[in-house]
């Protein structure tokens, strides 16, 4: 039973391009989310977070929208970048504290063609 | 200011044998967590640790895994009789413990042959 659904496993996009990468939740509880970028054979990087209690936060060139009554978030990536191109892991949790686990989406493998 | 280091970054094991995987958390990061990602899954937490106390170990099997973060030293995630199934990729991450900064390493892949 997966709590964080990322049903996109692939998405190909031009460079300069928008980027949008879904994520789907079943648990209500949760109330803190964060996005992961990861390179092969790294580790994943924290991207971006969210709170239950926003509908949007913006760091540069990203900016994730939560959609609670949906349970449903996105990332836009814009414009996207050759370098961007790596696996993109959506995670949620029940607690804004650290100490909580994280549970991780299956990931999607995002493109950018130059 | 190094990050999180794991070692070894690959680890062959024969079935039945033991594995040990280590993690020296950030400097000044006294909280440490362990996941697993399965081949084409995500990552899956296994255990949380603060010094010398195992917080959270609600995702790590009841049998042949184990997790200790010892008042010296680094984080040991130990597998005991290695199975197939075992062959993943095992992420630690540390965090200063007042947010969600958690920072990966860069994981030590397993393989049981």
């Known amino acids: 039973d997966q709590q964080v659904k990322q049903n996109s496993p692939s998405l190909s996009v031009q460079e300069g391009r928008i980027s949008i990468l879904n994520c789907d939740y079943t648990?209500?509880?949760?109330?803190?989310f964060l996005w992961y970028k990861k390179y092969p054979a790294e580790g994943p990087t924290f991207l971006i977070s969210?709170?239950?209690?926003?509908d949007k936060n913006e760091d540069g060139r990203f900016t994730v929208f939560l959609n609670k009554s949906a349970k449903h978030l996105s990332l836009h990536i814009v414009p996207s970048q050759p370098g961007d191109s790596a696996v993109y892991f959506c995670?949620?949790?029940?607690?804004?504290?650290?100490?909580?686990?994280?549970?991780f989406g299956k990931g999607t493998t995002l493109s950018v063609s130059s | 200011n190094a990050g999180v280091m794991q070692n070894p970054r690959h680890l062959v094991r024969r079935r039945g044998q033991e594995a040990r995987l280590r993690c020296s958390p950030m400097?000044?990061?006294?909280?440490v967590y362990w996941y697993r990602q399965l081949p084409e899954e995500g990552l899956k937490f296994m255990v949380y640790?603060?010094?010398?106390?195992?917080?959270?170990e609600s995702g790590m099997p009841k049998e042949r895994f184990s997790a200790e973060f010892p008042k010296e030293g680094p984080s040991i995630l130990r597998i005991q009789q290695v199975v197939r199934g075992d062959s993943a990729a095992y992420f630690c991450?540390?965090?200063?413990?007042?947010?969600?900064?958690?920072?990966f390493g860069s994981g030590t892949r397993l393989t049981v042959v």
């Open positions: 995670a949620a949790s029940s607690q804004n504290q650290a100490g909580t686990a994280l549970i």
């Open positions: 640790l603060q010094k010398e106390n195992i917080i959270d």
């Open positions: 648990n209500s509880m949760f109330d803190y």
């Open positions: 969210i709170s239950s209690i926003k």
């Open positions: 991450a540390s965090s200063p413990g007042t947010s969600y900064g958690y920072t």
């Open positions: 400097k000044g990061h006294s909280h």
